[in-house]
């Protein structure tokens, strides 16, 4: 799953976990039950990292044993996503992508919404920090989608 942060990542990944009857990894849902809502402390991002490693781990054992995974991370780099297309490669499995590419005036619109109704099953999000996620974030291209 590629895309900012509401752009519909895990509502998209739960339906199609359920459609292919594949694991579903969520990295905050992890983190959300591990560390809360930690947005805005020192350690959420190598807290974040921690657990995407643990997540692989766990991906890689299904996918040796034929099953299939859906890595609900974000994948904003286009560096990350050749990391991972790699590793699916080696271990002989099929990788693709799933963009949600969402207007950044409808990610803000969501935002507000998500972070008026959060209820400790999402971070909450200042918009700041979205200003800055789309900043960094690397959209697919074309080649990459294939």
Request: proline content about 4%.
């Amino acid at each position: 799953m590629v895309g900012l942060p509401c752009s519909g990542k895990t509502t998209y990944a739960r339906r199609l976990a359920e459609e292919k009857n594949a694991l579903l990894l969520t990295v905050d849902v992890w983190h959300l039950q591990l560390y809360g809502d930690d947005a805005l402390h020192e350690k959420h991002d190598e807290r974040h990292t921690c657990i995407e490693r643990i997540m692989w781990d766990v991906a890689t054992q299904v996918l040796r044993m034929g099953g299939d995974v859906i890595l609900d991370f974000g994948f904003w780099s286009r560096d990350e996503r050749n990391d991972f297309r790699n590793r699916a490669k080696a271990l002989g499995v099929v990788f693709q992508l799933h963009f949600m590419d969402v207007p950044h005036p409808e990610l803000y619109r969501r935002l507000q919404i998500r972070n008026r109704a959060a209820l400790g099953d999402v971070f909450v999000i200042p918009k700041a920090f979205m200003d800055q996620y789309i900043s960094v974030f690397e959209p697919p291209d074309d080649h990459e989608l294939v």
